[in-house]
């Protein structure tokens, strides 16, 4: 009898540049490691894969109703399919039911969730209350960041709710996230990357309040990125036809050490509406970065398995962005919104040097190709584009020079060779597998063992005749068992103890295939999901009294609250009350601080609340910004009765 042990690689030509694996001597020695989650978005089935093969640890995606993106609705049929491709690797599915509910639509989310849980989803993302008070099946909640999970009381009453997880609020700076992680135990989630809401989360209802669309019921119109004028408290224009609601993207890779130090465990990529490519370019590109924190403090792990072989380089800056911030994350920065312009800026990629009638020269850092996007800024401050028609070194010909001038930076906001790139990328996710070749009284036997203690074995008999080469036979074996072709499996060793036979490749093929068919029933079969938390019947809300910005819509939401003594003021603004005089929107933006007259930092000169008070005007209204200096917030009103100041329109440059 011999044995032949070989390390074989995942098969093709793919760079291994992001990977990771863990094996099961290193889990069971490590049993109190903190898991890190990277919770990336899937618009749809194949996105979702792609997110998992990039080295996603769970998804999040929407069914075909309540999933607060109306253009992101799946089948249950689809949401059933992700959740078998990505079991295996133990990723996780959520599933998001997070928009409010009338009366009629709370039983059919219900049943929703059933359907759900019966597909495997391992939790569901709500924001509507009313949810809580209903049987549900024994899932996972999560709250969603629109129930406006800004404080550590507000986040301790959801955990004694029975709720699994918060998403945090995306204003909060690691100080107050580390806040909350001190009087909690509850998981936390917050977003890394992606579009932000410049309101408070959940408490926006502008867009309700204009167009009847509302963003707590998934339909938001996004007032934030239009256009705005600007006035003071004694009615002079400070700004004309700004986008000064408009932030930047999300983006916080280099705070990830900083942000799983302050008790975050999942961090969360914004983009539910996105493309196929961007979820690659982006997932990737953090998968790399949480592996590499992983390497440098060995504290944590990552909460799923598999190795994510990507066959391209990923690069924020190369995707969808409006330009970066880190917006609150290290406290208040004045850097965090984009007046001249509210859609994609690109990458920058060089300076024009001359302009001329047909096209321009610049000095380019990177290649500019035919079929890209160019983004600039006009001497007005106005963001423009331009497509490429062709290039000629660092002759560039747009289809337009309008407004490009010497001296303008270039961005590169559609890189039609990097989106090529990655629709052609072939990522993959792989499980390692140790396989043993080993005989029985009447043939072969072929055991398949992966992560978390799951083998199997598969037998069959063979005629035994001794092959005389030895070294042939143990060459031939290998190369056939190692076959795993476009299964989830890489053969990681083979071990052979059982003397050279004569045998057909059929045999061991057929061997191979159904023992790794049975190693994936297995680890789906095997596969735990968490279990929904226990309430706690007496705890407090902050405030103890409701009013329209809880956001109840329903009779069970209200009946949510009322059962915990809770005084509901107001039904949610969707229900019709009176848009004037009321905070349309919330924020941490503040334009006073935008514009260099923050009253703390003034000393509070300004006193009284009318001189307190700036404008802003659009095409059609003027609303009025009052200013919460002590927690320093802006709200958004749309006057009723309020005197509107005077306002002192410079003369047009159009």
């Not at 890190?36 to 929407?62: M, T």
């Amino acid at each position: 009898m011999s044995q032949f042990v070989t390390i074989c690689q995942p098969s093709g030509d793919i760079n291994l540049c992001h990977q990771f694996t863990f094996l099961p001597t290193f889990v069971a020695m490590n049993q109190h490691l903190i898991e890190l989650e990277l919770l990336a978005p899937a618009r749809n089935l194949s996105s979702g894969i792609a997110a998992i093969n990039c080295g996603a640890d769970a998804v999040y995606i929407g069914p075909s109703a309540f999933g607060a993106r109306t253009g992101a609705g799946n089948s249950i049929e689809d949401i059933a399919a992700l959740v078998k491709y990505a079991h295996p690797f133990r990723v996780k599915v959520y599933a998001t039911v997070n928009t409010l509910l009338t009366d009629n639509q709370v039983p059919l989310a219900v049943d929703l969730i059933y359907q759900l849980y019966e597909v495997g989803v391992d939790a569901v993302i709500i924001q509507d209350a009313g949810l809580l008070t209903r049987e549900l099946p024994p899932i996972a909640i999560h709250a969603s960041t629109q129930l406006h999970n800004f404080s550590p009381e507000k986040v301790k009453f959801l955990e004694n709710a029975g709720i699994n997880r918060v998403v945090l609020a995306r204003e909060l700076s690691l100080k107050e996230i580390a806040d909350i992680r001190a009087i909690t135990t509850i998981e936390l989630e917050s977003f890394v990357h992606g579009a932000l809401c410049v309101s408070l989360s959940g408490q926006c209802y502008l867009s309700h309040a204009l167009t009847g669309r509302s963003a707590n019921r998934g339909e938001c119109s996004q007032p934030c990125r239009s256009y705005y004028s600007l006035f003071d408290s004694k009615g002079k224009q400070l700004a004309e036809n700004k986008h000064l609601l408009s932030l930047k993207d999300l983006n916080l890779s280099t705070h990830i050490k900083q942000m799983a130090e302050a008790g975050i465990s999942s961090f969360k990529i914004e983009g539910r509406l996105k493309d196929e490519g961007y979820v690659k370019n982006i997932t990737a590109y953090y998968n790399g970065i949480i592996n590499q924190f992983i390497n440098d403090n060995t504290t944590y792990k990552r909460s799923s398995s598999g190795i994510s072989s990507i066959d391209f380089t990923p690069d924020p800056a190369r995707s969808f962005n409006r330009g970066f911030t880190t917006y609150f994350i290290d406290n208040r920065q004045a850097d965090i919104y984009s007046p001249d312009g509210s859609k994609s800026i690109g990458k920058l990629v060089g300076t024009v040097r001359q302009v001329h009638r047909d096209h321009i020269v610049a000095y380019l850092t990177d290649q500019i190709a035919s079929g890209d996007g160019l983004s600039f800024f006009d001497r007005e401050g106005r963001q423009r584009g331009v497509g490429v028609n062709r290039t000629q070194g660092n002759r560039i010909f747009p289809t337009a020079v309008e407004g490009l001038y010497e001296g303008a930076q270039i961005y590169r906001n559609r890189d039609r060779n990097f989106d090529n790139q990655l629709a052609r990328s072939i990522s993959v996710r792989q499980l390692p597998v140790k396989a043993r070749l080993s005989e029985t009284a009447n043939g072969i036997l072929l055991t398949l063992s992966t992560l978390w203690d799951i083998h199997v074995d598969i037998e069959q008999p063979v005629e035994k005749i001794k092959a005389n080469d030895e070294i042939n036979f143990k060459q031939f074996v290998t190369g056939q068992i190692s076959k795993t072709g476009s299964t989830i499996f890489y053969i990681e060793s083979l071990s052979i103890e059982c003397n050279p036979l004569l045998m057909k490749a059929s045999l061991l093929n057929t061997l191979r295939r159904d023992g790794l068919q049975a190693l994936h029933t297995a680890l789906l079969e095997s596969y735990q999901k968490n279990l929904p938390v226990q309430t706690v019947k007496n705890y407090d809300y902050p405030g103890h009294t409701i009013d329209f910005r809880g956001n109840i819509l329903n009779r069970w939401a209200r009946q949510f609250y009322e059962d915990r003594g809770i005084k509901v003021t107001e039904e949610g603004f969707e229900s019709g009350i009176p848009i004037n005089d009321i905070p349309l929107m919330t924020t941490r933006h503040c334009l006073r601080y935008s514009y260099g007259a923050c009253l703390k930092e003034m000393g509070n000169r300004e006193n009284s609340n009318t001189e307190r008070n700036w404008w802003l005007t659009d095409n059609h209204h003027t609303y009025l910004l009052q200013f919460n200096c002590k927690e320093c917030l802006m709200q958004v009103i749309l006057p009723g009765n309020t005197e509107i100041v005077p306002l002192q329109a410079k003369p047009s440059t159009k």
